[in-house]
């Protein structure tokens, strides 16, 4: 910087730099401290929570299973002809026995099973078994008999062809089933009909959230509008009643539905003191889709009252005065003037209900019975019990994609940072 | 809904009334499933329900026996230590990390704000079984899952956005001239936040850090698949009893728990009112 002076051109700064270099070193540092203090939380979110995200995505298409256990059987298959008709060659079974008797001392043979009986029924009985006898056979014979003899699976292309098909390392098969679809011989086809069950679930878990949100804007929106319309002292504590529900544990809000929906419980009780009901005509509002809607539109409804009440607030009373006097009645100021301008607050409290309830998981596993499950509950069952992970994962990568949906339309509507917490 | 003009119809007046009484149903909704455990968290009889004794408001048909189970029986019990031992810690780590960021994310030039913004609300936008579906997968690969380590960073990954919401929001009202004085007067970076902004942005991040660890306190989901028996959590010992045998018990922890939750709502309410106070905002 030393021919500073000499150049006439550029402002300089007090310690001799031309000005416009020495602002922009300010602003870089300036975000550079910015981006000091972002750091660890970024790092944190992404190692604790990102990179879950993306573990989940990349068990969605991994397949590696069957490529590692079966090496030179993937290899020596990639000449035979599917489309054939006829059970690959002697060099396959070959390859077959050699990458069998590895697999069975590594154990992984049963693992491979479970793997592929998710694309056909009966292969991991059938590895099971020809684990047991692998040992047994000799390496000079007839390995194709031999074989067959053990399972005559091992006879038919049907087998060699779902091998094939999924000896890649990434699969879309996981995907295909969460749509209640398979790669079969001529490629993607729909599943019998009573192995559906995904899309009717992502249908149930979709129009069960919107009877949810509807529910709550239509419980909710009289309440926010009293809230904006009151004095701010009434308001005030009136908004406790809403607040308390929105602090208080899930569990203890779903445990109270629990205890007030049984057959034996207070409502039901209530109203064969009353005499609505008869005592052996009890009401059935647990365990089924009533019990979900009740018990979610009660947990939900406060998320659709304060983003109502938010944006009521900033409607000037004075506009429903100034229709009523310009002859309008009642309904007509409420319906031409008010209204549309609580819409975006319908809009906020609409989508974030919505998002909230599918992917709810707790409730309907408490008090949804069979009918009143989500696509959440399905997502958990294969994890835990069914060790499904792939189709887990698959499932719970659609469900995702809505979500996200979802919240950028949220964004583009509301922006996140109008987020607005009690 | 201004008061009811001397003038109206009787129509009109109907529907203010009528009107008002819808509302308080609703109010009644929204509140009666609290209410009607408390009661019921003192019936000694294994039912859910109210028992004839207790309608006559008999002194002997209420007990406290449900709490008695809840202080004394060894499940519970660990149930609450381990609740005690996560939340508190979590809350922690977030509320560190969480604030620290959030002044990062003041400041007047921060390159992808928004993209840096929307990864760190996105625990709270994810749905929680895609979370702890995800964490389920990733932890079990680095040895995380089952561990008291694993819960406790597992749930603080859910408490940032709360804090980062909240902390943000106090920020936005701060005023930027008095860190400069406090520099203009020779006061370092350092003791300028612990002097001058920390004590002003201190309420956004007490009601931040409640969040925060209500959300831990709460949590059931991630922590059903994260956690093992080790790190069996209050709301996951009322989970497995709600699920399996329903004990009458759960309605003494439900109580409990309510309280709790009614301190922790007057506390940020009254941080709410002061910050907006400090801040000279009128009083909403």
Not at chain 1, 25 to 32: F, I, P, T, V
Not at chain 1, 335 to 342: A, E, L, T
Request: include cysteine; charge should be positive.
């Amino acid at each position: 910087m030393a021919n500073g002076e000499n150049v006439p051109g550029p402002i300089l700064a007090a310690d001799g730099r031309p000005l416009r270099q020495s602002l922009a070193r300010a602003l870089r540092l300036q975000k550079l401290r910015a981006l000091m203090l972002i750091a660890p939380l970024l790092i944190f979110i992404l190692v604790t929570f990102a990179a879950p995200i993306a573990d989940m995505l990349f068990r969605s298409v991994e397949n590696a299973i069957v490529p590692d256990t079966l090496p030179l059987t993937v290899a020596a298959l990639e000449d035979w002809d599917d489309a054939s008709g006829q059970p690959p060659g002697e060099k396959v079974f070959a390859a077959l026995r050699r990458d069998l008797l590895a697999a069975v001392a590594a154990k992984a043979h049963t693992k491979l099973g479970s793997r592929l009986n998710y694309e056909q029924t009966g292969v991991a009985s059938l590895l099971r078994k020809t684990g047991r006898r692998v040992k047994r056979m000799e390496e000079d014979g007839d390995l194709a008999a031999q074989f067959a003899e053990v399972h005559k699976s091992w006879a038919d292309p049907e087998t060699w062809a779902t091998i094939k098909r999924f000896s890649s390392a990434y699969t879309s098969g996981y995907f295909l089933n969460a749509v209640d679809a398979k790669l079969g011989a001529t490629g993607i086809e729909a599943r019998p009909e009573n192995e559906r069950i995904y899309i009717f679930l992502f249908e149930r878990t979709l129009l069960l959230s919107v009877v949810i949100t509807v529910a709550c804007l239509l419980i909710g929106y009289p309440v926010a509008f009293l809230l904006a319309t009151l004095p701010m002292r009434t308001s005030n504590m009136l908004m406790i009643l809403v607040l308390l529900p929105f602090w208080t544990s899930l569990l203890v809000r779903t445990s109270a539905w629990k205890v007030l929906l049984q057959q034996q419980g207070v409502i039901n009780d209530t109203l064969v003191f009353i005499g609505l009901v008869a005592d052996d005509g009890r009401l059935a509002m647990i365990n089924n889709q009533t019990g979900t809607i009740i018990a979610m539109t009660h947990i939900l409804l406060p998320f659709m009252i304060l983003p109502l009440y938010s944006v009521m607030r900033t409607i000037p009373p004075s506009y429903m005065r100034a229709a009523k006097s310009l002859g309008a009645t009642d309904w007509t100021a409420f319906w031409r003037v008010y209204f549309p301008q609580s819409v975006p607050g319908i809009g906020a409290g609409a989508i974030l209900v919505f998002i909230l309830s599918i992917g709810y998981y707790i409730t309907p596993e408490l008090v949804g019975g069979t009918s009143g499950t989500f696509i959440s509950n399905r997502i958990a069952y294969h994890i835990s019990s069914s060790l499904n992970w792939g189709l887990a994962a698959a499932l719970g990568v659609i469900l995702l994609v809505v979500v996200l949906v979802l919240y950028w339309l949220y964004d583009r509507i509301i922006g996140i940072d109008n987020v607005k917490l009690g | 809904m201004a008061a009811l003009p001397p003038y109206a119809s009787t129509g009109q007046k109907a529907w203010y009334w009528g009107f008002r009484l819808i509302c308080v149903l609703i109010f009644f909704f929204l509140i009666f499933p609290l209410l009607v455990i408390v009661p019921l968290s003192f019936n000694p009889l294994p039912y859910f329900t109210f028992t004839p004794g207790m309608l006559a408001l008999e002194a002997d048909a209420y007990s406290m026996v449900n709490y008695n189970d809840f202080f004394t029986n060894i499940d519970w019990q660990n149930a609450l230590y381990n609740s005690v031992r996560i939340a508190p810690v979590a809350t922690l780590l977030s509320v560190s990390l969480g604030t620290l960021a959030a002044i990062g994310l003041s400041q007047s030039h921060v390159p992808f704000r928004g993209a840096i913004m929307a990864v760190l609300i996105s625990p709270m936008i994810v749905p929680l079984i895609i979370s702890a579906a995800g964490m389920y997968f990733f932890y079990s690969r680095i040895g995380l899952q089952g561990t008291y380590v694993g819960v406790v960073l597992a749930h603080a990954a859910l408490g940032i956005p709360f804090v980062i919401i909240t902390v943000t929001a106090t920020l936005v009202g701060f005023d930027r001239s008095l860190t400069r004085a406090a520099a203009n007067l020779g006061a370092n970076p350092v003791r300028t936040f612990f002097k001058v902004q920390a004590p002003l942005i201190l309420p956004g991040v007490i009601s931040g850090g409640l969040f925060a660890f209500i959300t831990s306190f709460d949590e059931v989901v991630v922590v059903l698949f994260v956690g093992s028996a080790g790190q069996k959590t209050l709301p996951w010992q009322m989970f497995t009893g709600l699920r399996e045998q329903i004990s009458p018990t759960i309605l003494a922890v439900a109580t409990i728990l309510v309280v709790i939750s009614i301190c922790l709502l007057t506390t940020v309410e009254l941080l709410r009112r002061r910050s907006e106070r400090l801040r000279g905002m009128s009083p909403q």
